[in-house]
């Protein structure tokens, strides 16, 4: 069964500081990896997707993830966080075909100091 | 930007009585869930629909609930007789039959009573 794990329920991080969110998956073949974000009192936003192709993926906000096969991982990161980025991180996955369950990881709260 | 809506924004119920939760998808995707995450949980499937009918449901997803889409824009998860383990924030999801994916919408939070 795929599973989804995010080490770190909270993270604390210093305004200009740099972040990375770390999430490792565990699934029978490569799956789509997504992460997504929940500010306070708002849906899940989606930061990146990763398909196939370049490991290496953008996504809005300044934030990029890297896809690595031999570890199950795609961790977040963003060299320099802003007092916005305070919200929860969700990793997720999901088969590669539409209209298919995402499975979620258990989130990462990321608290910005000024 | 479009986006997907949920109303409302916050349920409180009886214990027992049903509820109907209510989400207008993207209006050209064709492809919709719902998940949902008890507090302090993870984000849980629950089901997902296309065509008029459940493509896919989770274990969660006993009698007690019922999904529909009764015109072009609506689509609506009911619970039919509320526990109070039913207590969560509800997420309405849709994305088009060709990328998946899936665009959320901000929750229905239940509580249930």
């Known amino acids: 069964a795929q599973s989804v794990t995010q080490p770190d329920i909270h993270i604390t991080v210093s305004e200009g500081a740099s972040l990375e969110l770390r999430c490792n998956y565990s699934?029978?073949?490569?799956?789509?990896l997504f992460w997504y974000v929940q500010s306070p009192g708002q849906g899940l936003q989606l930061l990146l997707k990763?398909?196939?192709?370049?490991?290496l993926v953008q996504g809005i906000k300044g934030f990029e993830a890297e896809f690595k096969r031999s570890q199950s991982s795609f961790n977040l990161r963003k060299p320099s966080v802003h007092w916005s980025d305070a919200a929860e991180y969700f990793c997720?996955?999901?088969?590669?075909?539409?209209?298919?369950?995402?499975?979620f990881g258990g989130g990462t709260r990321v608290l910005v100091k000024p | 930007e479009p986006e997907v809506t949920q109303t409302p924004s916050h349920q409180v119920t009886q214990m027992g009585q049903e509820v109907i939760l209510r989400c207008v998808p993207i209006?050209?995707?064709?492809?919709f869930y719902w998940y949902r995450q008890i507090l302090g949980q993870k984000v849980e499937f629950l089901v997902s629909?296309?065509?008029?009918?459940?493509?896919?449901k989770s274990e969660i997803f006993d009698d007690q609930f019922s999904v529909e889409r009764p015109d072009g824009s609506n689509f609506t998860l009911k619970i039919r007789s509320t526990k109070l383990e039913d207590s969560a924030m509800y997420f309405c999801?849709?994305?088009?039959?060709?990328?998946?994916?899936?665009?959320f919408g901000a929750g229905t939070r239940l509580s249930v009573l």
């Open positions: 699934y029978g073949a490569t799956p789509y």
């Open positions: 999801a849709s994305s088009t039959i060709t990328i998946d994916i899936q665009y």
């Open positions: 997720a996955v999901g088969p590669r075909a539409a209209g298919n369950k995402l499975t």
């Open positions: 990763y398909f196939s192709g370049d490991t």
């Open positions: 629909f296309y065509n008029n009918e459940i493509s896919e």
């Open positions: 209006s050209n995707h064709l492809y």
